[in-house]
């Protein structure tokens, strides 16, 4: 008498996705940037406005990964770049790329293949710690990084003075950093699946 044997499941990455999988994840990570652009921003005067579209970089990058999320960036940014008002407050077409939020956007390929580089570092587990520190490094340090300088060349603002008054962002990237983090561990346990390579 033979016994039969199930593979219980387990919250790994399955096989690699095929080519249309993965363009499937790219333009609903894409297309979860433009919705998170819906609800508008909140104007500074003189910086760049308060939006939730950062943190759909952050999870473009823990979910999909370093290339994949940074090709969903590419391609929300395009379609932006075509005149699609999927920007925060409706914006869209090529004078976004020129105001002082250009650096900001251009970096959101940067910042999700970072958060993507850090969160499946190692053996591809993810943890806690991995996906926090991947959210803060690409979808704070690395925006900063590029964002800052092109904002203060933009309005004529020295760097410092432009990262000085960047701090008024540091709270609600926080916020950010914790629910991408939340929301990634949760999908992680749920549907690892999500999180093929």
């Known amino acids: 008498m033979s016994s039969v044997t199930r593979d219980t499941p387990t919250a790994t990455p399955a ?21 998170l652009g819906m609800p ?47 920007l925060s407050g409706g914006r869209g077409g090529l004078g976004a790329f ?16 970072v958060v993507g580089v850090v969160v499946r570092a190692g053996n591809g587990r993810l943890t806690w710690v991995k996906v926090s520190l991947g959210c803060i490094l690409g979808g704070m340090i690395a925006l900063y990084a590029v964002g800052i300088p092109v904002q203060a060349a933009v309005t004529g ?23 991408a983090t939340l929301v990634t561990m949760g999908l992680w346990k749920a549907y690892p699946r999500a999180f093929q390579k």
């Open 157 to 179: 603002m020295s760097l410092s003075q432009t990262a000085t008054a960047s701090l008024l962002f540091l709270p609600g990237d926080l916020i950010k950093v914790v629910i």
């Open 98 to 113: 020129v105001g002082p939020s250009a650096g900001y956007l251009v970096a959101w390929i940067l910042g999700a293949a």
């Open 15 to 35: 096989a690699p996705a095929s080519a249309a999988h993965s363009i499937a994840y790219i333009a609903v990570f894409a297309a979860l940037v433009a919705v």
């Open 40 to 86: 508008g921003n909140i104007p500074l005067p003189g910086l760049v406005p308060i939006t939730a579209q950062t943190l759909g970089v952050m999870l473009a990058g823990a979910v999909l990964g370093p290339w994949r999320g940074a090709l969903s960036m590419t391609l929300f940014l395009a379609l932006v770049a075509l005149g699609l008002p999927l």
